[in-house]
């Protein structure tokens, strides 16, 4: 769907070095905005130190919880059990969020380590979760809440010093006149009504421009490319770009490149320098809430997949999906408190590090790097097997370090330089049997050497997540 419009921007360069990609960077087709190179770096500068966010679905799909009649799904079921327009209006009624408490959700995000939170303002079953005057498909005037869900979440998220995004479904909108049109597979005969032109410009750009007069988000999460040729894509770009301080993502469509890409479900398997990167994912199986999904996965999972990201050079915007009266599942709730804690000793190795050393992870873990001001370096070591001879090999690294330090137990590690690379020497076992941080302080930058002789990693994973329930990809 992407327009073959030629690059007009260069990969921007890291401060420190890095390992190369795997793959080269693909001739990407780009509409973007038109700055500096630096300009653009100070603009996600805090997105790319954050490395860590929180993704809320939420909306009308979470009253049938998962099941409607003898068909299954989260925040598509809709589309899936292919629910009349009428009848899935008709359960607004009870999306009460009775129970919300923005400040519990803000805290729990801040608790969780979070550096920023973006909720579905309108989702593809077009209902919005903010007061519309150009739709009264909205938490106002057609649901059971009967007020706007997205300004108190805000200024909650703000009050924590956290930064506030909204997601918004710009090209696919089941219940909006004209919405349907851009897939044009309606299950209704309300949704054959329209024109897909007429709803992206009465309809989609005028509530995108609420969201960013209403709430100031600092970034908006488009979602999905369907039929957004260059033209349509035009004006929903030129409204980012007139906000200076708005950042978005890579899902608008009509070659607009974005100002981050997304990797759905999907962790990397090497970093791919030049454009940020966002890994968004699911805590069980599915995005919005359905009471039959129970396939948790478990807060070390969870913390890998973090430590993964991060030596990828990229944000996890990890998923939750409250009830419909706004109750975060307390399984939700644990393994958010789990990680927190655990950056609560090891962020110094997430929050504004860069990507690995290395092109490929390593099998006992993996790597992240922070400069420091002075000229040096910390590498960390994200160790999540530690070595039963307490010896970890960093290969291909000439230099050794100046100190080294078990960052939950600040037991102090030593490490030699080798023929093979720097060897270096853990105390005892594992502080922490999810990820136990080492950190390494180099009076310089850290090289590789030669690394494209490196072996390939096979204990690699670049798929922690078990994608197959998650909706049909777009
Ligand atoms: C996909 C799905 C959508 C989900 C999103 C999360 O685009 O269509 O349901 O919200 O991924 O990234």
Same mark, same amino acid.
């Given at each position: 769907?992407?327009? !073959? ?19 080269? =960077? ?5 509409? /973007? ?8 770096? !100070? ?26 009649? +003898?068909? #299954? ?7 899936? !059990? ?34 920023? /939170? ?9 209902? $919005?979760?903010?007061?519309? !005057? ?22 909650? /998220? ?46 989609? =750009?005028? *509530? ?8 100031? @988000? ?16 035009? @004006? ?6 007139? #906000? ?49 999904? %129970? ?41 958010? %408190? ?9 962020? +110094? ?10 092109? *490929? ?9 922070? &400069?420091? @001001? ?13 070595? $039963? ?63 494209? &002789? =490196? @072996?390939? +990693? ?17």
């Amino acid at each position: 769907m992407l327009a !073959a419009l030629p690059a007009l921007v260069a990969a921007a360069t890291p401060a420190i070095p890095m390992a190369p990609p795997a793959a080269g =960077l693909p001739a990407l087709p780009a509409v /973007v905005r038109n700055e500096a190179q630096e300009q653009q770096d !100070a603009r996600l500068r805090w997105f790319r130190e954050a490395r860590f966010g929180m993704f809320i679905h939420w909306g009308v799909y979470a009253v049938p919880a998962g099941t409607w009649k +003898d068909r #299954h799904g989260g925040e598509w079921i809709m589309n899936q !059990a292919k629910i009349p327009v009428a009848e899935y209006r008709a359960l607004a009624a009870q999306f009460t969020a009775a129970r919300y408490d923005p400040d519990a959700w803000a805290q729990l995000a801040a608790d969780a380590g979070m550096k920023y /939170v973006v909720i579905t303002a309108k989702h593809h079953d077009g209902f $919005a979760l903010f007061d519309s !005057a150009y739709s009264d498909w909205n938490a106002v005037k057609a649901s059971g809440a009967k007020r706007d869900l997205i300004a108190p979440l805000a200024a909650a /998220v703000r009050s924590k010093g956290l930064k506030f995004g909204t997601y918004y479904s710009q090209s696919q909108d089941w219940t909006n006149l004209g919405g349907s049109k851009g897939r044009d597979q309606p299950w209704d005969e309300a949704q054959k009504e329209g024109d897909f032109d007429t709803y992206l410009k009465c309809i989609a =750009l005028p *509530q995108a421009r609420e969201l960013v007069e209403k709430f100031h @988000p600092d970034i908006l999460w488009w979602d999905t490319e369907y039929s957004m040729t260059p033209e349509r894509a035009r @004006p929903f770009f030129d409204l980012v770009v007139a #906000h200076s301080n708005l950042i978005h993502n890579s899902r608008l469509g009509g070659g607009v490149l974005g100002d981050f890409r997304t990797s759905e479900q999907r962790i990397p398997a090497s970093a791919m320098l030049g454009r940020a990167l966002e890994v968004n994912m699911t805590i069980n199986s599915s995005w919005g809430y359905r009471a039959d999904d %129970l396939n948790w996965k478990s807060a070390q999972q969870l913390i890998r997949n973090l430590s993964d990201i991060a030596s990828k050079d990229g944000n996890y915007l990890l998923n939750i999906g409250p009830t419909a009266d706004g109750i975060i599942p307390q399984p939700e709730v644990d393994r958010l %408190l789990a990680i927190g804690r655990w950056l609560k000793t090891n962020g +110094d190795a997430i929050y504004a590090t860069r990507g690995s050393v290395y092109p *490929q992870p390593r099998t006992w873990g993996r790597t992240t790097q922070k &400069a420091r @001001p002075a000229g040096g370096t910390t590498l960390f070591l994200h160790v999540w097997d530690w070595p $039963a001879d307490g010896k970890l090999l960093l290969p291909n690294i000439t230099q050794a370090p100046r100190s080294g330090r078990v960052l939950a137990s600040g037991d102090t590690v030593t490490a030699g330089a080798t023929a093979a690379g720097i060897v270096v020497n853990l105390p005892g076992a594992a502080p922490d049997p999810d990820v136990s941080v080492v950190a390494l302080e180099f009076s310089g930058p850290v090289e590789v050497v030669n690394a494209a &002789a =490196l @072996p390939t +990693d096979t204990g690699a994973s670049g798929t922690l997540a078990d994608p197959s329930k998650s909706p049909p990809a777009h």
